[in-house]
């Protein structure tokens, strides 16, 4: 790989987690760090304050084992994906923005924490989500069973429109099904993810 290194001999790394595409921190290398942190699979910077390569965890035992490095378009900065042991920050933060390190699902995160804010306040709430919990488990299964008919009938229509929104009416009762029993996305892609293996 060709990386341009600037005039101090050091190129921007850009940490991110393999898993949850959370960016942990930045930091530098010089291609001494980039070698040893290919061969030892552990991240190592160059510390321009100290003058010498360092491994990240060293201390503190978090380390940052590596799963792969890209080099951008201009080959001047790298994107390093990797595997944390624990928290990123010397602050003992997830990363250094003090920002947590968790799995989410875009717009299906927020989607799924209305949906138990709905849940929590569901005595206190005139929405459709809380009246589905109020009347129980057996209304949501219901539900989602009803909305996966709908999807079903549309799938063997010519209707994209009416499929696309009869899917996302499946998946939002789907997501309150879910939180009904305790569970969300992450327990799902668990799941998965174990299947894969």
Known sequence: MEIKYDENGLVPAIIQDAKTKTVLMLGYMNEEAYL??????????????????????????????????????????????????????????????????????????????TIADRKANQDNDDSYVASLFRKGINKIAQKVGEEAVEVVIEAKDDNDDLFLNESADLLFHYLILMKAKGFGLNDIEQVLLDRKK
């Open 36 to 113: 040893k942190t290919n061969t030892t699979k552990r991240v190592t910077f160059y510390s321009r304050s100290k003058q010498r390569l360092w491994t990240k965890g060293e201390e503190s035992g978090n380390f940052l084992n590596l799963v792969a490095i890209k080099n951008d378009c201009d080959n001047d900065s790298l994107l390093v994906t990797v595997n944390p042991v624990g928290p990123t920050c010397h602050t003992g933060t997830d990363n250094c923005w003090g920002e947590d390190n968790k799995q989410t699902f875009g717009f299906l995160t927020e989607l799924e924490q």
